[in-house]
Nanobody, 124 residues
């Protein structure tokens, strides 16, 4: 089992920045890839970014590429999502998730473990 706890959400003005954290506990953290997803009101959950914990390869949704950066600290069992140049359309509940394979990393159905989510609200 892997337990995931997100933090760092909040209210920010458009153009501002936030950094989300996802602390993992349980099974060996370095065995997994980690992803961030988000769900906006009235919309389906969508992929944001993912990172391979061994090697650090990353992948981003086009909508956040160049603005968001995913990173990890394996010693702290924590994954981060640095969000810059935030837009009102980034408003959503953000979830981190763990998966055992890089294949299908953008598909939420492949993920094994999920955090409870943290709200990000961007005002215009």
């Amino acid at each position: 089992q892997v337990q995931l706890v997100e933090s760092g959400g909040g209210l920010v003005q458009a153009g501002g920045s936030l950094r989300l954290s996802c602390a993992a506990s349980g099974r060996t953290f370095s065995s997994y890839a980690m992803g961030w997803f988000r769900r906006a009101p009235g919309k389906e959950r969508e992929f944001v970014a993912a990172i391979r914990l061994s090697g650090g390869a990353t992948y981003y949704a086009n909508s956040v590429k160049g603005r968001f950066t995913i990173s990890r600290d394996n010693a702290k069992n924590t994954v981060y999502l640095q969000m810059n140049s935030l837009k009102p359309e980034d408003t959503a509940v953000y979830y981190c998730a763990a998966v055992t394979s890089w294949v299908g990393v953008t598909d939420s159905r492949t993920y094994n473990y999920w955090g409870q989510g943290t709200q990000v609200t961007v005002s215009s």
